[in-house]
């Protein structure tokens, strides 16, 4: 059985407890070396086969998922398997071979920066809507990034951005937005060394202009944390 398991986003903690009981009888073990915490790793097996993935083609990949079909494979990714971590094109490959698969979730990082801020997205008459998504760069976006700012009323996280934050606030600008608008970043969040930025579109990017690594933005109203009523749930 190929097991795709969601490491978390940092701290090797937040794994939940299937996918460590699945880690530590796996037989092989496939992860992504720049991101899945090393800790993770560590509760294999010592007879396992460890790989990593990082500087892998996907033509190497499958071959390895194929090799190893008839053991227990742990194929570890980080956060949570249904956000940019290609396994539908390895599950593709899967199905095309007739192995067997199963998806085990994880944390992703928008909730590990959610629990380091203390925040909650969703704030009655401010957003009842999270928007998780990109800025384009080398990776084609779909939708355009003036069609996701369109939705001001929305909490937006970005992942895999933050090089890209110039081009976020210029088109946030210039679509009206105000300067005082919050945006926050959190860098590598639930990590032991994690750092939390908090400005607004006129200057959260000279605030975060040295990162180069791991980083997630969040941008609208709902980062004030003001609801505009009560939530319904509450009120007698």
């Known amino acids: 059985m190929i097991y795709f398991i969601g490491a978390g986003p940092g701290d090797p903690k937040l794994i ?8 530590e009888e796996a037989d092989v073990v496939l992860y992504t070396g720049s991101l899945v915490p ?3 790793i560590g509760w294999a097996k010592k007879a396992v ?6 500087k892998m083609k996907y033509d190497e990949i499958f071959e390895f998922l194929k090799e190893h079909s008839d053991k227990n494979l ?8 249904s956000l940019y971590s290609t396994i539908a094109k390895q599950i593709e490959f899967l199905k095309s071979q007739n192995i067997e698969y199963k998806v085990i979730p994880g944390v992703t990082a928008a909730f590990g920066a959610a629990a380091a801020l203390g925040i909650e ?3 009655p008459g401010v957003s009842q809507t999270i928007v998780l998504t990109r800025v384009e760069g080398k990776t084609p976006q779909p939708e355009s990034l003036e069609n996701i700012l369109r939705c001001k009323n929305s909490s937006l996280i970005f992942y895999l951005s933050i090089s890209l934050i110039d081009k976020l606030t210029q088109k946030a600008l210039e679509m009206g ?5 919050p945006c926050w970043v959190v860098e590598k969040a639930t990590w032991a060394d994690e750092k939390v930025y908090k400005g607004n579109l006129e200057d959260i990017k000279e605030k975060v202009s040295h990162i180069k690594g791991v980083a997630l933005i969040m ?3 709902f980062l004030e944390q003001k609801e505009k009523y009560e939530s319904h749930l509450y009120v007698k």
């Open 121 to 123: 997205f969703t704030i």
């Open 74 to 81: 742990a194929r570890v990714h980080t956060g949570d398997p």
């Open 49 to 54: 086969i460890v790989k990593d993935s990082q």
């Open 177 to 181: 937005y105000d300067k005082a608008t």
């Open 219 to 221: 941008l609208g109203e």
């Open 38 to 40: 090393k800790e993770v």
């Open 16 to 23: 939940t407890v299937k996918a460590k009981e699945i880690l």
